[in-house]
Structure formats: structure tokens, C-alpha cells
């Protein structure tokens, strides 16, 4: 099997409990070849872990390290547009932590970068890669007319999670500036997209740039664009989200939030006539936890409940075996660029109801 010489930007605690150890564990695959970060701390310790020499402190000059063949951009969302250009500008294979990136002229700006490039960007949507989502998928195909869709993600903060099951290094070496520009940088690239918005009407953006955006992208494969947003609104300061979409015959009810509870409740139901399919994941801090699909039938007298897990795989997994695929030729990614401009238009569409309330 052709192996991948992949570099990896950023070394944060998704690609400390995710990313590296699901590259290490596929090097069939994959080789990391080169790591960066702006922190010379993580840099050092994730080089000796997995026994990379080649590290970067700049991202531009990983994206020209010799004989790369791809990078895994997974550092913070407001440099995502950055690191991608550049990858791109090296002849390398993309694929982008969600959010792509935080406005419309990034994303089109991405777009064409792949397009002179001749190479793909895939953007890091890991749940639309479960099999039990892409057996949903097929399930829905044939449910029949569909009268109610429920869509939740409504969990606790990550950290009440990842503090009881990794160890996570933190660096201490970060400095202050580098943190306030990362701040104020979030808050131009939201300002262009929307305009001038309330400040929770801003973090309600944001939030839907990063938990919303895993459901709403696997909402629209699951049963298409919505034809509008009915209404919407938010509370405690942005960090809940409600929302409803009117489709053919039905709506789709959305709502998303983060609280204190270390519980994991994210799923999306579709109600037939007489049939349901729910997609049911859990979080993805704790690897091999199975994404579950769970049906729900009527059939004369009798109704019935079943539970599928197609594998203990996770998500991560498949998602990086798919990539796998794209940059060696067999496989063309579906999460692409312009898939992601359909999130940023829906998120626009919840904005405007988020303006109105």
C-alpha cells in the first residue's frame, strides 16, 4: 500500500488524542514526516513521541519540508485559510480541521487556490464518515415520506471529558501576544462575514462555525438544503442555539448547546410514516466509542426497535483511511470547499433569524 508522507500544523488536544495516534496506528499508510506548532514545548515532546524529527515553529515553511506529499491542518480555525493557501502552493494534499475557515471570501479564495493547485482539500467533517451515518444515508433514501427530522448536539464541555481520560500537554510557552492577536483576528473575520452583530449573536456564529457545523453538514447529506429558516434564536450569551427549517413537507428542528454535564448528547433523527432512523454518536475524545444507528418500526401489530453498530472503528479513522484514498487517486472527496460554502450560507440564513429575535 502507497504510504502517505503527511505533516501535521498544530498539536493541540484534538490531534494529541486523535490525529497522531490514528496516523501512527494506520502506518500502513501513513508516515509523519513533519509537525508544527508555534510552541516549541509541544513541538519537542509530540517529535520525540512519535519520533519525528523534522519540527516547524512556521507553517509556510513545513508546507515546502521535502517530499510532502500532504498536510493535516488542525491548528486554530482563524489561521486555517493561512496554512491551507500554502499547503496548496506547495503542491500538497489538504485536509482541513472544520470550520475550513470563518468567512465566504476565505472559502471561495480556497477553492480556486485547489483549483490552480490540481490538487484536493477535504474538509475534516469525521462524522459524515462513520458507517453507521453513511448507512443512515441510504436508510433515509428509502424511508418514504418524512415527516419530522430532530437534530441535537448537547453535550458538555470537552474538558470535563478529555480531564478523566488523556493526558493532554498544555504548553507553557505560548505568549500573551500570540493569544490576543488570535482573539482579535476571530473578531475581524466575524465582523466581515456579518457585519456588526451583538456580541452573542457573534459567539452564536462561532459556535456554529465549530459544534454546529459537524450537524448541520451531516443534516444537509442526510435530507438536503433546507428552503428556509423559519426561526431561530439564542440564550446564555450564544452558547445555545435553536433553530427551525422548513423543508418539503416538513421541518427540521435544530438545537446545540454546551453546559457542564459530562455527558455526550448528539444525534439526528429522521420520522417517517411508520419508520425512524436516529444516527447516534458519542464523543470523539474517547477513541473507538461506536456511532450507532437505531431504527424504529411499525409493522401491523407489532413495532420493533434495533440497534446497529457497523464497527467499533471510529470516525477519525474512516475519515483518515478516506483521505488515504483521495491523495493517492482512488477517491474524491466529498466534504470539499464548496460543500463548506452551503454551511457558511445556512449560517448566514440562521444569522439573519438570530438579528430579527
Known amino acids: 500500500m502507497t504510504r502517505v508522507r503527511i505533516g501535521v500544523v498544530g498539536l493541540g488536544e484534538v490531534a494529541q488524542i486523535t490525529h497522531l495516534p ?25 517529535g520525540e513521541r512519535y519520533g519525528v524529527g523534522s519540527l516547524y515553529t512556521d507553517f509556510r515553511e513545513l508546507a515546502r519540508h521535502p517530499d510532502l506529499d500532504a498536510v493535516l491542518v488542525a491548528n486554530s480555525d482563524e489561521y486555517h485559510t493561512d496554512c491551507v493557501l500554502a499547503a496548496l502552493g506547495a503542491g500538497r494534499h489538504v485536509l482541513v480541521e472544520k470550520p475550513m475557515c470563518l468567512t465566504t471570501r476565505e472559502a471561495e479564495e480556497i477553492a480556486r487556490a485547489r483549483d490552480s493547485s490540481g ?7 469525521m462524522r459524515r464518515f462513520a458507517p453507521a451515518f453513511l448507512e443512515a444515508v441510504e436508510r433515509v433514501r428509502e424511508l418514504g415520506r ?22 493532554v500537554l498544555r504548553p507553557g510557552d505560548l505568549p500573551e501576544s500570540a493569544l490576543r492577536e488570535r482573539t482579535e483576528r476571530g473578531q475581524r473575520m466575524v465582523r466581515e462575514e456579518l457585519g456588526e452583530v451583538p456580541p452573542e449573536v457573534a459567539r452564536a456564529y462561532r459556535q456554529l462555525c465549530g459544534l454546529g457545523c459537524h450537524d448541520l453538514s451531516a443534516m444537509r447529506e442526510l435530507i438536503g438544503f433546507p428552503e428556509r429558516v423559519v426561526s431561530a434564536t439564542q ?3 450564544g452558547r445555545f442555539i435553536a433553530a427551525i427549517f422548513e423543508y418539503d413537507g416538513y421541518c427540521a428542528v435544530f438545537e446545540t448547546g454546551v453546559d457542564s454535564q459530562r455527558r455526550f448528547d448528539a444525534h439526528i433523527e429522521v420520522y417517517g410514516e411508520t419508520e425512524s432512523v ?17 431504527s424504529f418500526r411499525t409493522e401491523g401489530d407489532s413495532y420493533e426497535e434495533a440497534v446497529a453498530r457497523p ?36 449560517f448566514g440564513m440562521i444569522v439573519e433569524k438570530l438579528r430579527e429575535a
Open 119 to 125: 490538487r484536493s482539500v477535504m474538509v475534516g467533517y
Open 22 to 46: 490514528i496516523l501512527q496506528a494506520l502506518s500502513d499508510r501513513y508516515e509523519i514526516a513533519a509537525l508544527c506548532d508555534i510552541s516549541r514545548e509541544l513541538l519537542e515532546a509530540m
Open 278 to 294: 436516529r444516527v447516534q454518536y458519542d464523543t470523539p475524545y474517547i477513541r473507538h466509542l461506536p456511532t450507532t444507528l437505531h
Open 311 to 346: 464497527t467499533f472503528k471510529d470516525p477519525y479513522t474512516c475519515e483518515l483511511e478516506t483521505f488515504h484514498e483521495v491523495v493517492v487517486g482512488r477517491a474524491c472527496p466529498k466534504t470539499t470547499p464548496e460543500d463548506f460554502i452551503e454551511d457558511l450560507r445556512l
Open 146 to 167: 418524512i415527516n419530522y427530522v430532530r437534530v441535537r448536539d448537547l453535550i458538555g464541555a470537552n474538558s470535563l471529558i478529555i480531564e478523566q481520560t488523556s493526558a
Open 235 to 237: 440564550w446564555n450569551g
